[in-house]
């Protein structure tokens, strides 16, 4: 028995160890697989911190094009160059470096940690830039002559449009053509906002008035004519495209190419028609010939014409002489006043009453008398009032998109600028020459202000940049900017060109004037501006902008023996030019006057324009253009080391 009970104890020792190897090596895999999970958790919530990180920074990037739509690359990574943050887990945090890469995509490089786990990203964005301007996407330079209260046209020149990035107006380009187009616009704003062409100028573009539309003395427009209010046509104007008006519609001579439409009254004496005539109100033609139909929801009265394309109407219709072919409809009353009042082919549809003189008496029974179920009217589309917000805005835009006003209070300043000005002593004139930052006088005898002429920091626009100050400045003499510079003058009085005077500005090079008092550009004074009205960063060679407003013309160009390139934006005040050699670029005034027998070309470059630079490079216009965006190009995943 003893023996026995000796090898029962030792069998039960010899279990309970090997149980107890089982239970250690479970708890020692269960510790090694605890300490996995944790370091796996740790670097899992690293990897997401590093995305975390990743997003933060487009984020970032992308609320800063949105309130600097053109914004230029290297900006945009100088003002967002590192990103950082935390999450609601305990030691979780991210850090983001933002740089351009050799080449040139936006390189977001992000470093997320958790207690001692570590992960690291990088992802690669092509930057994309957006639209200059404040409209849309458009600049506030797309159209060719903008009068938010008004515009009077008076001269004899060509108006039309070019693109002076294929060169010089008129050049001849690569394919033979020459470098001129049809995408001039004159426009109005307000509701008050009359258009008056009166010369002998043509138009090769559209007119759009926001209020009445005059044309007389043969200024014809190769383009749509529309206006808000009434529309009057005479002395023998030609309209090549369509003529709406929102209200009446009145013509005593010259032709419309295409059609003709209005929301109350027609009166057409001695014109003919390329297209059709349709109205909501009552149509009167006299003489000459249509070439489409006539409909109206009203009386039609038709005097010795002729129809060539049927007439529809759901009220009464007169004819007194003349022919219309195509058939006639009619849902009220028909009176033939005359002999001779020939509907071709006997092709007669009435319901109302009919009165007949000549030689039609069978008019008066069926099949020519009709019940009204028999007669179809085809719907007649009203006018649109164009405004600023409708869908089809067609060349409108709002009158003062940058509130100029307070952009230029924005950049003023509380001390006393001194004066500029530049004496014509010497041989030539004094010489000034801007630079970005500073200004000299290269040539002087008897300029002010005496010495260096330093730039101050500013920001115009939303956009970063270098800005002389002066009280009045007269130039007699010469001013220049030197090669490759943007320079940019605040001018809290006046500036006046006149004499012999001259700006120059060489290729790749810019000029812009805020002003708060009056420009003026006289006899005799030459700016002398490079073909393509474009730097290759996006700013106009030469730029106006006013917040003048007092009851003088505020921007004035006269005289001169050359084409003058200048992009004017004030809407505050008028703008006159009475050149008898041209003007190119684009205006915008609250009321704009041209006269003189100078050209008026608009360069549709200016389209992707704007004050800090296009969308392409160079700095911001405006908080309102279309935002650029980041075109995601892949990920790049960089191992870390790890260490206890």
């Known amino acids: 028995m003893k023996n026995t009970s000796g090898f029962t104890l030792v069998t039960v020792l010899i279990l309970t160890s090997i149980a107890s190897i089982v239970v250690l090596s479970t708890l020692r895999d269960s510790v090694i697989q605890e300490r996995l999970s944790g370091n796996f958790q740790k670097k899992l919530n690293a990897r997401l911190m590093s995305e975390k990180g990743v997003f933060a920074s487009i984020e970032r990037l992308e609320a800063a094009m949105t309130d600097d739509p053109t914004i230029s690359i290297n900006d945009l990574i100088v003002r967002n160059s590192e990103v950082s943050g935390t999450s609601s887990l305990e030691s979780s945090i991210y850090n983001a470096t933002i740089e351009i890469d050799s080449n040139g995509d936006i390189l977001v490089s992000s470093e997320g940690t958790r207690f001692e786990g570590e992960s690291q990203m990088q992802a690669i964005f092509e930057y994309v830039a957006g639209g200059g301007g404040a409209i849309s996407s458009d600049s506030v330079f797309s159209n060719g002559i903008t009068g938010c209260s008004g515009a009077v046209i008076s001269g004899s020149g060509l108006i039309d449009s070019y693109d002076s990035s294929l060169g010089d107006y008129n050049d001849t380009l690569a394919d033979g053509s020459k470098n001129i187009s049809e995408e001039f616009v004159v426009n109005t704003v307000n509701e008050s906002g009359d258009i008056t062409l009166n010369g002998s100028s043509t138009i090769e573009g559209s007119v759009l008035s926001s209020s009445n539309l005059s044309i007389i003395q043969g200024a014809d427009v190769t383009g749509n004519i529309h206006s808000n209010g009434n529309l009057i046509l005479s002395g ?31 009166s057409i004496k001695q014109a003919p028609v390329g297209g059709d005539i349709s109205s909501l109100g009552p149509v009167s033609i006299t003489g000459n010939a249509i070439q489409g139909f006539v409909s109206s929801y009203d009386l039609i009265a038709l005097n010795q014409t002729t129809i060539h394309n049927g007439v529809y109407t759901s009220g009464n219709y007169e004819q007194t002489g003349g022919t219309v072919y195509g058939g006639v409809r009619v849902q009220g009353n028909v009176t033939l006043k005359q002999w001779g009042s020939t509907i071709d082919s006997k092709d007669l549809r009435y319901a109302g009453n009919g009165s007949f003189k000549g030689d039609t008496p069978e008019y008066a029974f069926s099949p020519y008398k009709v019940s009204s179920k028999a007669i179809s009217i085809p719907t007649i ?61 290269l040539v002087d005898y008897g300029s002010t202000p005496d010495g260096p002429i330093t730039a101050k920091a500013a920001t115009f626009l939303g956009s970063e940049t270098q800005i002389f100050y002066f009280d009045d400045v007269t130039i007699k003499g010469r001013m220049q900017v030197k090669s490759n510079h943007n320079a940019v003058m605040f001018v809290d009085g006046d500036f006046t060109m006149n004499g012999a005077s001259s700006l120059t500005i060489p290729d790749n090079s810019s000029l812009t004037i805020i002003i708060k008092g009056k420009l003026k550009i006289g006899n005799g004074a030459q700016v002398y501006a490079p073909d393509n009205g474009i730097t290759n960063e996006g700013r106009p060679v030469f730029s106006i902008y006013s917040s003048y407003s007092g009851s003088d013309t505020g921007v004035e160009f006269s005289g001169g ?54 969308s392409s490079s160079g700095s911001s216009s405006g908080s309102n253009g279309s935002a650029g965006k980041l075109v995601f190009k892949g990920w790049r995943f960089t191992p870390v080391e790890q260490s206890n």
């Open 236 to 266: 023998g104007v030609v309209v090549g495209g369509d003529a709406s008006a929102y209200l009446n519609y009145t013509q005593s001579s010259g032709t419309v190419l295409g059609n003709i439409s209005a929301n109350q009254s027609i």
């Open 381 to 441: 589309e009203p006018v649109e009032k164009i405004t600023p917000e409708s869908e089809n805005n067609r060349g409108l835009t709002a009158c003062d998109p940058l509130d100029i006003a307070t952009a230029i209070d924005g950049v003023s300043v509380n001390t006393t600028s001194p004066d500029l000005f530049i004496n014509n002593n010497s041989s030539a004139g004094d010489l000034l020459e801007l630079a970005t930052n500073e200004a000299n006088f």
């Open 561 to 614: 023996t050359r084409e003058l390139y200048a992009v004017v934006y004030a809407p505050l005040s008028q703008v006159k030019v009475t050149s008898a050699v041209g003007f190119k670029g684009s205006i915008l005034g609250d009321a704009v006057i041209l006269s003189g027998a100078g050209g008026i070309h608009f360069d549709t470059a200016l389209n992707e324009a704007s004050f800090g630079g296009s």
